[in-house]
């Protein structure tokens, strides 16, 4: 009878591998969210999968938009904080917002679950995810931001602006339509995010200096 | 008392304006699932939208599942059958792809209701919708193959072969955060389908064109 970090002994044996409590009812539920839907999961569904009863659930999520708050939550959180990071640094826009698809588009194709697949679901409308909608507005605007400039340096076309952004959400639905995670994905699609702005320069510096920053090595050449 | 075309009596006075009993269910049902989530609309709650009884509405659609295939049938078959004719012409392919993706983004953005945004749904992945992803795989494959050989023309990259219809359908997540239709959106979306492909021609070349093809009015000039 293991002791849980947020207080209550856990009664039931876990069906999930790894993880705590709370981390095996958001995995649970992002599997049914975006397998069964969002309206046909029940928290009596979510708490079968994990192998607890509903009441150790709503310990931990009061309600069912709690959980699916949460795990949208963790679809921007990073990127908000990385955009963020990078619109601090110094040097060119555009190695900067290439760095920013690579990682954000890294994230979105390598999560076990398809989560962006729930950001059309006319449920988030309501009040109760203001806070998320406000959060994802924010990074397209930090987006924005980066795209802004990166236009001017390379004299693009300033009504793209809002394509880099559309372009790494794009990848919700080629993962949604494939089913796979093809590796160079995300330096695919950041080489079109510069392209769309106007950028003609050095790709494959900048797919080095980003491989650099984010720790990654670096993606395949995109015109190879 | 009206006779409707495809048979039986219609004894309801319908609620919504104009077109047939068909059109009108359509509507409704549209309206909906953009609107309330297709899992959480009844065929029951439809029908009251429409104002018949639920019986005159199964004359025209057997089940729910039937209605959401023809609204999504709708969104594919105009842009298949453009773009096999553009597949067909002579001429360059940044050209005849420009052309496609305009209509392309023209229709998502002027429908009545954002009906891309149910292509992303779990209940689409059972075999009563294999007819419809069959189809929008079709219209993903021409795209394909105008890209590739735009590509080839533009000496581009090869490994942005999907992301022009990626474009396009970032127009319904646009469409979904903004809830705007601005006008110039198809030929900024068609001015980035092109330049991701490599393509550094002449924009407002591409536009007239379109345009003429389309039988629209030019584009604002994507880079002004």
């Excluded at 009040?127 to 795209?147: H, N, P, V």
Aim: negative net charge.
């Amino acid at each position: 009878m293991a002791t849980e970090g947020r207080g209550r002994p856990r009664l039931e044996q876990p069906r999930r591998p790894g993880g705590t409590a709370r981390e095996q009812i958001l995995d649970a539920a992002a599997e049914l969210f975006t397998t069964a839907g969002y309206a046909n999961t029940s928290t009596r569904r979510i708490a079968e999968a994990v192998g607890v009863r509903q009441a150790s659930l709503y310990h931990h999520f009061a309600t069912k938009d709690d959980i699916l708050d949460a795990l949208l939550a963790g679809t921007v959180d990073g990127p908000l904080r990385l955009a963020a990071e990078l619109l601090d640094e110094p040097g060119p826009a555009p190695q900067r917002l290439h760095t920013l698809v690579v990682a954000d588009v890294s994230q979105l194709s390598a999560a076990t679950w398809n989560l962006g697949a729930l950001y059309l679901l006319p449920e988030l409308r309501i009040d109760r995810f203001a806070e998320f909608r406000c959060s994802r507005e924010e990074l397209r605007d930090r987006y924005r931001q980066l795209a802004q400039t990166a236009i001017v340096e390379c004299g693009g076309p300033v009504t793209a602006i809002d394509l880099p952004f559309r372009l790494v959400e794009s990848e919700i639905n080629r993962r949604s339509d494939d089913q796979t995670s093809p590796p160079q994905q995300p330096w695919v699609i950041a080489e079109g995010a510069l392209r769309v702005l106007g950028y003609h320069g050095d790709f494959a510096a900048l797919r080095e200096c980003s491989a650099h920053w984010l720790g990654l090595r670096s993606g395949r050449s995109a015109t190879g």
